[in-house]
């Protein structure tokens, strides 16, 4: 049998099911079968654009690291390169004790490489802790992987968790430092320690070396929408617009999956690339990758809301990028952004961004749009002192759709993937990092690690 005869299901029509699909069509050509299930009205999952006052907006994921390489590859292999926006270089404000404070410079996640990095941001006594870091024993095994907030609350203190670290993962994981592990949230500064660091601040000095000068986040013209039609035109997939509710092997002589659609439909596929959140993967694997599914059941993970707006122009908004929450703070949003000033947008309305749900919380369920759109007036009046009259508003649920990387995550991934049968792949945000460029590879290895055990029977 040829490679163009296999026939390829995708399961999940997000950035990574949609990346795998592309993926499969360039290595296997135009006569490969190429099937994606995914039950929403549109496909790109969590990259969602919508019309906010006229103008196209993305509700859902809204930047991508730069300094990563695979964003920028895959827009200019697809020709899409004239798409790539950079911000204005406007930095964000924190929001603690009702002052906004300049987000600290030298930091790496928030957390510091100096006293005086933190001044103004926690009081006298903190400072001191922060200033007396290196005179005290630090205790690490290499390979180590502690939640963020128990390493530098001990080294640094409980303030500087709460106003530095907590803002900047609450707005990546909807987490918290007590719940994200060191080498998933910084993975440079763990292979410091590893290195024989003596002390965190020195070891946070050294990680912050290898940080690239330059623009941190980029974003797509028009919107990820831009992206992911481009992503279907070249795939060249059948979409059925179904979730999959079981899949099992062939047969016991006959290679492959069969998948079994909600409608009832069955369908045959020579490899399959999984690429649904960690809580649907282990209900699809439970009975044929046991390994697997138990890995899976350990990833938690967080719910959110998007409240995109869109307010009169001439409101005095602080020229910054938006604002993020310490924790402990009487607001309901974990973070504003002020997308006009961050992107750099002359439209004829100013539109913001409120991002609300933490890890633990059910307020993206049990919150009506009322109640949150209620809850963005107010914090914006208490943050910034403005009242603001919404000319429209967009409020979009993410229900389950941030996986926790706590402590060990790596380890468990691996296991996640060493039970999985060969023909048989995943892919998404839960697996080796949260960010679109994290799932653009790790979609691009699903890919490929299934065409090699389709192509190469004997290799199984």
């Given at each position: 049998m040829t490679s163009g005869a296999h026939s390829y299901c995708v399961v999940g029509g997000g950035i990574s099911g949609l990346t795998a699909?592309?993926?499969?069509?360039?290595?296997?050509?135009?006569?490969?079968?190429?099937?994606?299930?995914?039950?929403?009205?549109?496909?790109?999952?969590?990259?969602?654009?919508?019309?906010?006052?006229?103008?196209?907006?993305?509700?859902?994921?809204?930047?991508?690291?730069?300094?990563?390489?695979?964003?920028?590859?895959?827009?200019?292999?697809?020709?899409?390169?004239?798409?790539?926006v950079g911000t204005t270089g406007a930095r964000p404000l924190i929001y603690c004790k009702d002052r906004l404070h300049p987000l600290p410079a030298a930091t790496l996640n928030g957390i510091p490489s100096s006293a005086e990095s933190m001044a103004g941001l926690v009081n006298d006594a903190t400072l001191a802790h922060i200033a007396s870091e290196?005179?005290?024993?630090?205790?690490?095994?290499?390979?180590?992987?502690?939640?963020?907030?128990?390493?530098?609350?001990?080294?640094?203190?409980?303030?500087?968790?709460?106003?530095?670290?907590?803002?900047?993962?609450?707005?990546?994981?909807?987490?918290?430092?007590?719940?994200?592990?060191?080498?998933?949230?910084?993975?440079?500064?763990?292979?410091?320690?590893?290195?024989?660091?003596a002390h965190l601040t020195d070891a946070v000095r050294q990680a912050l070396m290898s940080v690239t000068a330059g623009p941190v986040f980029g974003a797509v013209g028009g919107g990820y929408a831009v992206l992911v039609d481009e992503l279907v035109r070249r795939s060249r997939l059948n979409w059925v617009q179904a979730a999959v509710d079981g899949i099992e092997a062939a047969g016991v002589l006959a290679r492959g999956w069969t998948l079994r659609d909600d409608a009832g439909a069955q369908w045959r596929a020579d490899g399959v690339v999984l690429a649904v959140p960690a809580p649907r993967l282990v209900g699809l694997v439970d009975a044929i990758a046991p390994r697997t599914a138990a890995a899976a059941s350990r990833i938690a993970s967080a719910s959110s809301v998007v409240v995109a707006m869109?307010?009169?122009?001439?409101?005095?908004?602080?020229?910054?990028?938006?604002?993020?929450?310490?924790?402990?703070?009487?607001?309901?949003?974990?973070?504003?952004?002020?997308?006009?000033?961050?992107?750099?947008?002359?439209?004829?309305?100013?539109?913001?961004?409120?991002?609300?749900?933490?890890?633990?919380?059910?307020?993206?369920?049990?919150?009506?749009?009322?109640?949150?759109?209620?809850?963005?007036?107010?914090?914006?009046?208490?943050?910034?002192?403005?009242?603001?009259?919404?000319?429209?508003?967009?409020?979009?649920?993410?229900?389950d759709a941030m996986p926790q990387y706590g402590p060990g995550h790596r380890d468990l991934v691996a296991e996640l993937r060493a039970g999985l049968p060969p023909t048989l792949a995943v892919a998404g945000s839960y697996l080796d990092g949260i960010g679109v460029p994290a799932c653009i590879a790790a979609a691009g290895r699903a890919a490929t690690a299934a065409i090699q055990a389709v192509e190469n029977p004997v290799a199984r």
């Amino acid at each position: 049998m040829t490679s163009g005869a296999h026939s390829y299901c995708v399961v999940g029509g997000g950035i990574s099911g949609l990346t795998a699909a592309y993926r499969l069509r360039v290595a296997l050509g135009d006569e490969a079968s190429i099937t994606l299930f995914d039950p929403a009205d549109r496909l790109g999952g969590v990259l969602r654009t919508e019309q906010v006052g006229g103008v196209a907006v993305d509700v859902g994921a809204e930047a991508f690291v730069v300094r990563r390489p695979e964003m920028p590859a895959l827009l200019a292999e697809l020709g899409l390169a004239n798409r790539h926006v950079g911000t204005t270089g406007a930095r964000p404000l924190i929001y603690c004790k009702d002052r906004l404070h300049p987000l600290p410079a030298a930091t790496l996640n928030g957390i510091p490489s100096s006293a005086e990095s933190m001044a103004g941001l926690v009081n006298d006594a903190t400072l001191a802790h922060i200033a007396s870091e290196p005179s005290r024993p630090l205790s690490w095994e290499p390979g180590a992987d502690p939640a963020v907030g128990d390493l530098v609350a001990d080294r640094f203190g409980e303030q500087v968790v709460a106003r530095s670290v907590d803002p900047m993962l609450g707005g990546v994981y909807a987490g918290s430092a007590a719940t994200i592990g060191l080498r998933s949230a910084a993975p440079t500064l763990a292979a410091v320690l590893d290195d024989g660091a003596a002390h965190l601040t020195d070891a946070v000095r050294q990680a912050l070396m290898s940080v690239t000068a330059g623009p941190v986040f980029g974003a797509v013209g028009g919107g990820y929408a831009v992206l992911v039609d481009e992503l279907v035109r070249r795939s060249r997939l059948n979409w059925v617009q179904a979730a999959v509710d079981g899949i099992e092997a062939a047969g016991v002589l006959a290679r492959g999956w069969t998948l079994r659609d909600d409608a009832g439909a069955q369908w045959r596929a020579d490899g399959v690339v999984l690429a649904v959140p960690a809580p649907r993967l282990v209900g699809l694997v439970d009975a044929i990758a046991p390994r697997t599914a138990a890995a899976a059941s350990r990833i938690a993970s967080a719910s959110s809301v998007v409240v995109a707006m869109a307010v009169p122009r001439g409101i005095r908004f602080p020229q910054n990028s938006g604002v993020l929450v310490a924790s402990g703070e009487p607001l309901h949003a974990k973070a504003v952004t002020l997308s006009s000033r961050k992107w750099g947008r002359r439209t004829d309305v100013e539109l913001l961004r409120l991002s609300f749900g933490r890890f633990g919380e059910e307020l993206a369920r049990r919150a009506s749009d009322d109640e949150l759109l209620a809850w963005a007036i107010q914090d914006l009046d208490t943050v910034f002192g403005l009242a603001v009259d919404p000319v429209d508003v967009r409020v979009q649920r993410w229900p389950d759709a941030m996986p926790q990387y706590g402590p060990g995550h790596r380890d468990l991934v691996a296991e996640l993937r060493a039970g999985l049968p060969p023909t048989l792949a995943v892919a998404g945000s839960y697996l080796d990092g949260i960010g679109v460029p994290a799932c653009i590879a790790a979609a691009g290895r699903a890919a490929t690690a299934a065409i090699q055990a389709v192509e190469n029977p004997v290799a199984r």
